[in-house]
């Protein structure tokens, strides 16, 4: 089993920036790729962003320069970094666990077995 709870959301206004964070709990946590997605409300749960035990990184086209995700083994947290942040960024964002010690990204949300319980994310115009 793997716990993951995300912290760090907000309001805030567009441009500005903000930090999400995920902790993640298990025996296995440390060895497995973990992802960020969104909802938006009427959407489809979209991929933002993920990273592996090696520390490979993959972003959506359209959050490529804006947000960056990286890990700390030592705290077993990921974050996600997000500047210049817009209003269509408004959403719930999840934290995800998939595949173990994958060389591979996934960024389908079928290939993660774990996941957080969400933060909310509010840019206003």
């Known amino acids: 089993q793997v716990q993951l709870v995300e912290s760090g959301g907000g309001l805030v206004q567009a441009g500005e920036s903000l930090r999400l964070s995920c902790a993640y709990s298990g025996r296995t946590s440390s060895s497995r790729a973990m992802g960020w997605f969104r909802q938006a409300p009427g959407k489809e749960r979209e991929f933002v962003a993920a990273?592996?035990?090696?520390?490979?990184?993959i972003y959506a086209d359209s959050m490529k320069g804006r947000f960056t995700i990286s890990g700390d083994t030592a705290k077993n947290t990921i974050y996600l970094q997000m500047n210049s942040l817009k209003f269509e960024d408004t959403a719930v964002y999840y934290c995800?666990?998939?595949?173990?010690?994958?060389?591979?990204?996934?960024?389908?949300?079928?290939?993660?077995?774990?996941w957080g319980q969400g933060t909310q994310v509010t840019v206003s115009s």
């Open positions: 990273i592996n035990w090696r520390f490979d990184t």
């Open positions: 995800a666990a998939g595949p173990r010690l994958t060389a591979t990204l996934p960024s389908a949300s079928w290939q993660y077995e774990y």
